[in-house]
Each structure stands twice: as structure tokens, then as C-alpha cells.
């Protein structure tokens, strides 16, 4: 079927940092959760290898001419694992389900960013979820109704919150549903077993509608809280794939080569500016925010500092993002001491220099990676500016809770997509966005960030963006990331291709060593 | 001895009592909650997650019917993070890998310690002494935090003979690293005890009466030295034996043995109340009782104690 020999034992064994969240699809909020879920349970569109959009549960929609009202048609074939067939009611019950106050799941946010029609009154306790905008127009037909139009919609449909959930199984067994044995799912794979705080088990789903086209038998999670016992544990082989721990994969890639792999993502590393009232007067100079961007040598922190194949980020939007390639900015093409130069002159301007040095802080959430970077930056700014930087460094939820309420000066921030567009990236730099932690306002960058909703093309929308946030430096891009794992050469499909990396353990295969 | 386990059993309470409370109120005030994330949820969201979990009641409210629930339905509450698990799921799954690994290493700890502790006493200023009191400080300088990446790094890596982390039900292979790591340093700490507690035993009028009687070594040893001796070291194990099921918190990280050790470090980190708690409680019930028995076996030892 793949063109190589396969091995006896279709066994992929791989690392997770922590104990997945849940393994029910409307609830589930962690990344290696969901990785759990997608193989579980299947939504109405998957992705391929690329990122691009294939049939699931779904052979495919048509939409109304404005884009507000999609019909999904369902494969008659697709069953639960208990035999029972997928029907446009799971689905129906599942998007109420996820919406339903009753239910709390942190994720009810994600079918109001659907646009579903009357999801944000569900939310809010005003209607009852059966108003849902979704419909069952018969059992292999489900349609779903929308309050603003939405081009990327189907998209959407690929992420966990949206995968159908088994009615009669939740209402039998309550919140024990998840539990192996208990849990009845329409994906390529069960759960058979769990055993909190170290492994979780799945295979095999013999009732999966394209289980003849599945090869990998067994997937086990392990979790292991330490990523450098978790890297000796895979040299043991007892792993098939583990993250790389920051700065080792030169190392590893010269004594294991065509096992230390890297690859895109679709994530941006930032410091953020506080540009509120709270924020220090100094940051309202646009001179002093771009010296500052300026002067961080972007080369050393990926080649040196980080090592993992990670990119210099001159824009906000990662490079990897789909169908928008984020405008060169005057920036990207100088050299560094250009970049240097034009800092010192801006500084200057404003009215600091080494005699009178800036002074601020900037804060960081405690991790080994984030320090060796903030102190490579505040070196840089040491060194050719005279800038001098007092670090901080919080623990999550506190770093959270400061950032969140502007106090603070210089704060560092990081996105992974939600979804591949670029406006999931650039709305935290719209004025009314939550996640907006710098308090930056352009009515401009406001303007064109609505107008893409509902734009045939909004590409040249954020090409415009980007350029406002090059002029006015809100925030400092610094990197966008790679994927940086130790993969054994073994494993065979793995999507490098995916920046989300939804990867579904169906498409991988174990060749024969 | 009945009356003064009563008078312990009693300040027991209030003491676990305060520890509840006092606990409640620091990890409310700790900034953060539990559904405080990158993301930061809608108003409308946050609103019905705090409706579900009681986190809109005042912070008395919450406390109260914390307590009712734990003392009349024995329910420490959901995990505002493991959503598929409550408290009691999650302490009836780590909470006996913890202890068996601690309880193991434990035996190992006062087992070897004692025996190192006594031969080393016996043969003071030999050989044998001093290799005994080197391996007491080498152990004692090497606590878990070093032990976990020298024995991985040994014994998975290089030479290959086990499983770098899991539990796999607690089969031996799985065991011994977890067991090694912790019991090394208070094995160290047990020698050195017991040695110089037997040396002074051994130097004393009582043992000088006993060799003048005519009494065999053997027969002052384990008829007259050994009880004095293992007074000090008794009142050293209790401790021992709480810090051998807390102080695994590292090894369970390490080993990702399962044990309540990264439940209890996540929760913290995660601001999972209900877990948090739960397994604070657990911890301090347990601190107390064992101190009780460390009492009570003290008071066996020495009568002085029981008046």
C-alpha cells in the first residue's frame, strides 16, 4: 500500500508533556488532548499531510452564494465503534452539546468564533441550545446556518469541538462516558486503555469506515514531565518521537542524522509593548519601540540561542501561514548593523543614549528557553544601546495575571494559529481583541481587520496590517517556530508539511527495519 | 498510654482543620485561577465554567460546602483540569503508587542505614567503619534530584537493563530506580544516627556492667545496646517515613511513575483547587497520624515519655 516494507509491530509510542485534559471531543482543551480526540473520533473534514482540506465523516458541502449557510453531505458508511452509523444527529447533538452552559466547556468560545447563528445567546444563557443554527435535513445530510458569513468555515471543522459525540453512550454512562470500555467513538482508533500520569492506549477501531486503509495497530501516549529524560528514553528506544529539548539539536542531528527533524509552525514568538495608560511613557515614542526592535539580532537568538531551525519573524504572521505571504518589511532586508545603526540614531532622537540610558523591565513566564532569550536580548540592547533592562520572571498563571491587567512594561508573548489564516494571528492586534495584552489601538488596523471577515480576498487587508505594525512596532516579532523533534527514522508519513501539525496516527505507518 | 493517644488523637484535629482552611485561603489568593489561560476566555464562557464549579459563591460559601462535602460525602470535588476525573479518581490512582514505592524505599532506607549505622559502630576505626561512613556522606550528598539523572543515564542509557520511567503496575524492573533515588540520602542519614547513637550506647555504664557480668558480645549488642541505640534513629524514621511519600514529588516527575507527586506539582501550577487540596489534606493527615505513631512508639521505647 505505501510502496515499503512494513513492520510486524505497527506500534507508534510517543511523548506528551502532560496528562491530556479530557478525551471527550466538546471538552478537550490541550494540544496533546486533541491529538488524543483526532484519532478517536473523526469530524466532518480532516487534513491531509499538507494542511489541506479532505473528506472525513463528510464526502463534502456546498454553500449558499454568500457564504452563510453550509450543507454538509455524510458517508453513509461511517459507524461508532459499537456498530451503530454516524448519523447528521451526532453532529446536531454534539455542536449543542459544546455550546450548552450546562456543559461548561471552556471551548464554547470556539462555536461563537464559528459564527453559528445564536451561539453567543446560547453562551450567554438567553436561548435554549436547540436554537442552535444547525440541522439534520435528513440522516446523512446536516446543515448548519450561520450569523455573519465565514469563507473559512470548513476549516473549522477540523478542530475537536466539532466532532460528533455519541448521545446514547453520554446519556447511559454520564461523565464516566470517557472511560476506556465506556467510551464508544467514530474514529480510526478506541481507547482501551488509561492510566493517568503515565500512559494512555489506543487501537485499532475494526469498525471504522476506511480501517482497511489504516496501518498503525497501537498508539500509546506516554507522559513524561521531563523533556530531557523523556530525550533518554527515546536514545533507549523506548520512544518513537519526543521534542527536542532547546539548543540540542545541532548535537543531536549530527550523531543521529535523519532522526532529528525540523519543520515549520505555525506559531510566533513577540514581546509586546505596554501601550496603555498603565504602560511607561517612553514606549509612546515610536522612535524608542523601533530601536528597540531593531537592535535585537534576530540571527543570533535562532542559530545560537534556540538552534532548532526556528526563523528570524520580521512580521507578525508566521512566513508558514496559508494563502498570505506577510509583506518584506524595511527591516527584513538591512543588515544588522544597518539595523544597528538606524537603532542608535532613533534612540538618539528620542533623547536617550549611553549617557542617559533607557531603563525598563521586561517580563517573562519561567522557563529555561524564555530567560536565555530575554537575556540575550537585553544584552544586545546593553551593548549597542545602553539600554538598561531589569528581567523578570513569573510563574504562568501569575505572568498571566499581570499581563492580562497592563502591569507591566515589556512582556514577552507567543500565538499558535487556531486555524490557518492570518487573521487569527493578527486580530490580537485589533483594538477590542481580549487577547490584546499591549492595549495597541489603530481604528486602521480595526477597519481592515473587519473588513477581511467578509472579504473575497483579504490578503492585500493584511498586507496592509503588517505594514501598520512594521511603522508603529507595537510588538517586537523575534521568531516564528520550528516543529523540533527526534523521530524514528522508522516512523513513515509524519506530516512535516502540517504547520498546525494535525497529525492523525491513521496516515502513519512503521516501515520494516 | 490510652489517654495520651486520646490527648493526640485530639489536637490531631484542629490541626488538620487549620491546615484546611488555611491552605483554601492561600491558593485563592495566589493570582490566577484555574480557567486563567493564554486565551483568556469570554465574560459569557468564564461565567457559566465558574456557575458549574460553585467558583461564583463567596470564598466562605465555597470553603463550607468544601467541607460538608468532604466530611459527609467523602467527595474531595472535580479536577477543574483532568475534566474526564474528580479528586477521589485521581488520589485512588496515585496516591498507592506513591506509597509503595516510599514504603519500599523506606524499608530500604532504615533497613540498610541501621545495618551500615551498628557494623560501623562495632567496628569502630576499621575498615569497615570507615567504608560505612564514606557511603553514609556519599549517599547523604547525593539527594534525589541528583540520583534520578545519574541512574537513568546508567542504567538506561548505557548499560540497558531498565525501563527509563512508568510503572507498568508495579513490576520490580520499574521499581528500582524510583526506590534507589529516594532511599539513598536517608539511608545516609540513618548510618550516620545509628552509628554514632550505638558508639555512645557502647561507651556507656550500663554495657560496661554488662561486659564485666560476663555477657557475650552478641548478647549486649541485641539484648542491652540495640533499644537505646534506636531511640534517636526512631524519632528520625518518622519524619523519614512523611518525607519518603512527599518528598517523592520529584521522583514521580522523573520516573512518571503515576504517583501523586505530579498531580500535586501540576495542580499548584495549574491552580487545580480541588486537587490541590485534596492531596494537601491527604499529605497532613498523613503527617500527622505518622507522628502520632513515631509518639507512641517513643513513648514504647522510653517510659519517661508516657508521664
Redesign the interface.
Known amino acids: 500500500m505505501t510502496g515499503e516494507a512494513l513492520a510486524d509491530d505497527q506500534t507508534f509510542t510517543y511523548r506528551i508533556l502532560?496528562?491530556h485534559?479530557?478525551?471527550?471531543p466538546q471538552?478537550?482543551e490541550d494540544v496533546s488532548g486533541a491529538e488524543i480526540v483526532r484519532d478517536l473520533f473523526e469530524g466532518l473534514m480532516n487534513q491531509d499531510e499538507d494542511g489541506n482540506l479532505v473528506p472525513g465523516v463528510a464526502t463534502g458541502y456546498t454553500s449558499n452564494d454568500d457564504n452563510t449557510v453550509y450543507t454538509f453531505t455524510l458517508r453513509p458508511e461511517a459507524k461508532w465503534s459499537n456498530g451503530d452509523t454516524v448519523t447528521a444527529h451526532d453532529f446536531v447533538f454534539a455542536w449543542r452539546r459544546a455550546a450548552d452552559?450546562?456543559l461548561?466547556s471552556?471551548y464554547?468560545?470556539f462555536i461563537?468564533l464559528m459564527s453559528i447563528q445564536n451561539a453567543?445567546a446560547i453562551?450567554?444563557?438567553e436561548t435554549a441550545p436547540d436554537q442552535l443554527g444547525v440541522k439534520a435535513l435528513d440522516d446523512h445530510t446536516f446543515e448548519v446556518t450561520l450569523s455573519a458569513p465565514l469563507p473559512y468555515f470548513p476549516q473549522m471543522t477540523t478542530h475537536s469541538t466539532t466532532f460528533p459525540a455519541p448521545q446514547k453512550v453520554i446519556e447511559a454512562h454520564g461523565?464516566e462516558w470517557?472511560?476506556p470500555g465506556n467510551i464508544v467513538s467514530n474514529g480510526a482508533y478506541v481507547l482501551t486503555e488509561h492510566?493517568?500520569?503515565?500512559?494512555s492506549t489506543r487501537e485499532r477501531n475494526a469498525m471504522y469506515w476506511d480501517n482497511d486503509n489504516t496501518i498503525v495497530d497501537k498508539v500509546v501516549a506516554?507522559?513524561?514531565?521531563?523533556e530531557?529524560?523523556a530525550l533518554?528514553?527515546y536514545?533507549?528506544g523506548?520512544l518513537d518521537r519526543t521534542e527536542v529539548p532547546a539548543g540540542q539539536f545541532p548535537r543531536l542531528k549530527k550523531e543521529h542524522p535523519g532522526e532529528a527533524i525540523s519543520f515549520p509552525r505555525l506559531c510566533n514568538y513577540y514581546y509586546t509593548f505596554n501601550l496603555s495608560d498603565s504602560g511607561p511613557e517612553v514606549f509612546k515614542d515610536v522612535r524608542v519601540r523601533k530601536a528597540l526592535a531593531l537592535a535585537v539580532d534576530r540571527k543570533i537568538i535562532v542559530e545560537n540561542v534556540m538552534a532548532g531551525g526556528q526563523t528570524q519573524a520580521y512580521s507578525f504572521a508566521p512566513t508558514a501561514t496559508a494563502g498570505f505571504t506577510p509583506p518584506t518589511t524595511e527591516m527584513a532586508t538591512m543588515t544588522q548593523a544597518e539595523r544597528d545603526a538606524m537603532a542608535i540614531e532613533l534612540l538618539a532622537e528620542a533623547g536617550y543614549d549611553k549617557g542617559n540610558p533607557l531603563k525598563f523591565n521586561m517580563i517573562y513566564n519561567t522557563s529555561e528557553g524564555h530567560k536565555k532569550i530575554a537575556v540575550a536580548m537585553s544584552q544586545m540592547w546593553k551593548q549597542k544601546l545602553g539600554v538598561e533592562v531589569e528581567l523578570g520572571n513569573m510563574?504562568?498563571?501569575?505572568f498571566?495575571?499581570?499581563r492580562?491587567n497592563q502591569d507591566f512594561e515589556l512582556a514577552r508573548g507567543?500565538?499558535c494559529g487556531d486555524y490557518n489564516e492570518a487573521s487569527t494571528f493578527l486580530d490580537l492586534l485589533d483594538s477590542n481583541s481580549?487577547?490584546n495584552d499591549g492595549k495597541f489601538v489603530s481604528p486602521r488596523v480595526d477597519e481592515l481587520l473587519a473588513a477581511a471577515k467578509t472579504a473575497k480576498d483579504a490578503s492585500a487587508n493584511y498586507t496592509e496590517v503588517e505594514q501598520i505594525i512594521a511603522a508603529e512596532m507595537p510588538v517586537i516579532p523575534i521568531y516564528h517556530y520550528a516543529g523540533v523533534y527526534m523521530m524514528d527514522s522508522d516512523v513513515g508519513n509524519w506530516p512535516v508539511n502540517n504547520v498546525e501539525q494535525n497529525w492523525y496516527s491513521k496516515n502513519l505507518y512503521k516501515i520494516a527495519e | 498510654m490510652l489517654s495520651y493517644t486520646i490527648r493526640r488523637l485530639l489536637v490531631a484535629i484542629p490541626t488538620i482543620f487549620l491546615l484546611v482552611v488555611a491552605c483554601f485561603y492561600m491558593m485563592h489568593f495566589a493570582p490566577g485561577g484555574p480557567f486563567t489561560s493564554e486565551r483568556p476566555l469570554p465574560p459569557a464562557v468564564m461565567a457559566n465554567i465558574e456557575a458549574r464549579y460553585g467558583l461564583d459563591q463567596p470564598l466562605w460559601k465555597q470553603l463550607w460546602d468544601y467541607l460538608v462535602n468532604i466530611f459527609v460525602h467523602f467527595d474531595f470535588g472535580p479536577s477543574f483540569k483532568f475534566k474526564d476525573r474528580d479528586v477521589n479518581d485521581i488520589i485512588a490512582q496515585g496516591f498507592p503508587i506513591s506509597l509503595t514505592y516510599g514504603f519500599l524505599s523506606f524499608i530500604v532506607a532504615s533497613a540498610i542505614g541501621v545495618a551500615l549505622g551498628v557494623t560501623a559502630a562495632i567496628k569502630h576505626n576499621s575498615w569497615i567503619d570507615y567504608f560505612a561512613v564514606s557511603l553514609g556522606i556519599a549517599a547523604q550528598a547525593l539527594p534525589n534530584f541528583i540520583m534520578g539523572p545519574i541512574l537513568i543515564l546508567t542504567f538506561t542509557l548505557w548499560l540497558e537493563w531498565l525501563p527509563g520511567g512508568g510503572w507498568n503496575g508495579g513490576q520490580w524492573q520499574y521499581l528500582v530506580m524510583p526506590v534507589i533515588a529516594l532511599s539513598t540520602s536517608y539511608m545516609g542519614s540513618i548510618s550516620r544516627i545509628t552509628r554514632s547513637s550505638m558508639l555512645e550506647v557502647l561507651n556507656s555504664n550500663f554495657i560496661r556492667t554488662a561486659k564485666a557480668k560476663g555477657l557475650s558480645n552478641r548478647a549486649i549488642i541485641w539484648r542491652h545496646a540495640l533499644k537505646p541505640t534506636l531511640m534517636p534513629v526512631v524519632s528520625y524514621l518518622g519524619p523519614v517515613f512523611v518525607y519518603v511519600l512527599t518528598g517523592s514529588v520529584f521522583v514521580d516527575i522523573y520516573f512518571s511513575t503515576g504517583g501523586l507527586g505530579q498531580a500535586y506539582v501540576g495542580s499548584a501550577l495549574s491552580r487545580d483547587y480541588a486537587v490541590l487540596l485534596g492531596v494537601t489534606i491527604l499529605y497532613g493527615a498523613l503527617t500527622v497520624v505518622v507522628n502520632l505513631i513515631t509518639d507512641l512508639a517513643y513513648a514504647w521505647l522510653d517510659p519517661k515519655i508516657r508521664y
Open positions: 502532560d496528562e485534559s479530557s478525551v471527550d471538552v478537550v452552559p450546562a461548561a471552556p464554547q468560545w461563537e453567543a453562551i450567554a444563557g461523565a470517557t472511560k492510566l493517568p500520569q503515565e500512559r506516554l507522559v513524561i514531565n521531563d530531557n529524560v533518554t528514553r536514545l533507549a523506548e510563574e504562568w498563571k501569575v498571566l495575571e499581570t492580562g507567543a500565538w481580549g487577547y
